[in-house]
């Protein structure tokens, strides 16, 4: 039995313990820095900033309830792109080149570097323990919709436009083919280092960066090629955006070229074809056929659990699923999978 429910203080370990799974900054190896993050969480939940959403980070755990184990995480920033942290990105387009002296035509692919100080929501730092992949409940997909179910109830703390950034290919050495052919020409430093830095500090992206046209037939075919693609434990995650409204912005990360996708907020499927259902809690297993949302579940601020709803659109919960807790309301958000 599985539960995606809001981060607290006892989830510090195991957070660690995923961090060794991921190459991700949203998720570092450094307890100490995981230990900010919770607690950042866990007052944007309690306490979020209505005036300021960049101030809000949301993070999400599973947890598998046989064994008390947060198994997978999922993260949603408030807003990525504001005036002292602004959003970076390569604009990918094409420019047609003409010589009627030789009569050839040629369309060149571009990268334009360009920044957003007004951004979106953005959802990513999703990890799930190797161990259960492959599960048979889906435990990914779990875990990323999730996110939405809260989107859906607690609109006002998101933008019209929600964000994610995808991982892309990286080196054995996790450096980028991208960064090697652009990044290290300019910064001479590591591309995790610049990536590590940028968490804090954005200004140096802004004054060192190439400002022209950048020509992607000038670039090492390795690093053409990764632009806008994604790795291989990544696909999953950009087929499901896919599935649910996102699309791709013909933007990249100007560190490694991971594509960036978006959709609005209100047409994402979770969040437009969600609906409260009439719940009842059961003590036997539920067939899985949707995800419910419940909010402040006696010490939770969120939960979301597999739930079964049945031909007359009434809504099932295995009591077990809640940790013991009960209904608050009989009413719950729901979305048919």
Not at 138 to 161: D, N, Q
Request: proline share 4%; charged share 25%; glycine share 6%.
């Amino acid at each position: 039995m599985f539960i995606v429910r809001n981060v607290t203080e006892n989830d510090l370990e195991d957070l660690f313990q995923l961090s060794k799974q991921a190459l991700l900054l949203n998720l570092p190896q450094d307890k100490d820095i995981i230990k900010s993050k919770i607690n950042k969480s866990i007052s944007s939940f309690s306490e979020p900033n209505k005036q300021d959403i960049s101030q809000n980070h949301f993070i999400f755990c599973l947890e598998d309830l046989s064994c008390n184990k947060v198994v997978g995480v999922s993260m949603i920033h408030g807003q990525h792109g504001t005036l002292s942290k602004p959003h970076f990105y390569l604009r990918v387009g094409s420019e047609k080149r003409t010589s009627e002296t030789l009569n050839k035509n040629y369309i060149h692919e571009t990268l334009k570097f360009g920044h957003e100080s007004n951004g979106y929501s953005e959802i990513g730092g999703l990890v799930l323990d190797k161990n259960y992949r492959g599960h048979p409940d889906k435990l990914g997909k779990l875990l990323s919709l999730s996110r939405f179910l809260f989107i859906a109830e607690k609109k006002e703390l998101f933008t019209g436009e929600i964000h994610s950034e995808l991982m892309p290919p990286l080196t054995d050495e996790g450096s980028s083919l991208l960064w090697e052919a652009i990044g290290r020409k300019f910064f001479e430093m590591e591309y995790w280092e610049a990536d590590k830095l940028s968490q804090t500090n954005k200004e140096f992206i802004l004054n060192l960066f190439p400002q022209g046209t950048i020509y992607t037939k000038l670039l090492p075919d390795g690093a053409r090629q990764a632009i806008g693609k994604v790795g291989k434990d990544t696909l999953p995650v950009q087929k499901m955006l896919g599935n649910i409204g996102f699309k791709y912005t013909n933007e990249v990360d100007p560190f490694d070229g991971g594509p960036h996708y978006r959709a609005p907020r209100d047409q994402i499927t979770i969040v437009r074809d969600s609906k409260y259902l009439d719940a009842t809690l059961t003590k036997t297993n539920v067939s899985k056929n949707a995800i419910s949302s419940l909010l402040n579940l006696d010490n939770l601020y969120f939960a979301c659990v597999y739930t079964h709803v049945n031909e007359q659109g009434k809504c099932a919960i295995d009591e077990s699923s809640l940790r013991g807790s009960k209904l608050n309301s009989n009413k719950i958000r729901t979305y048919l999978l």
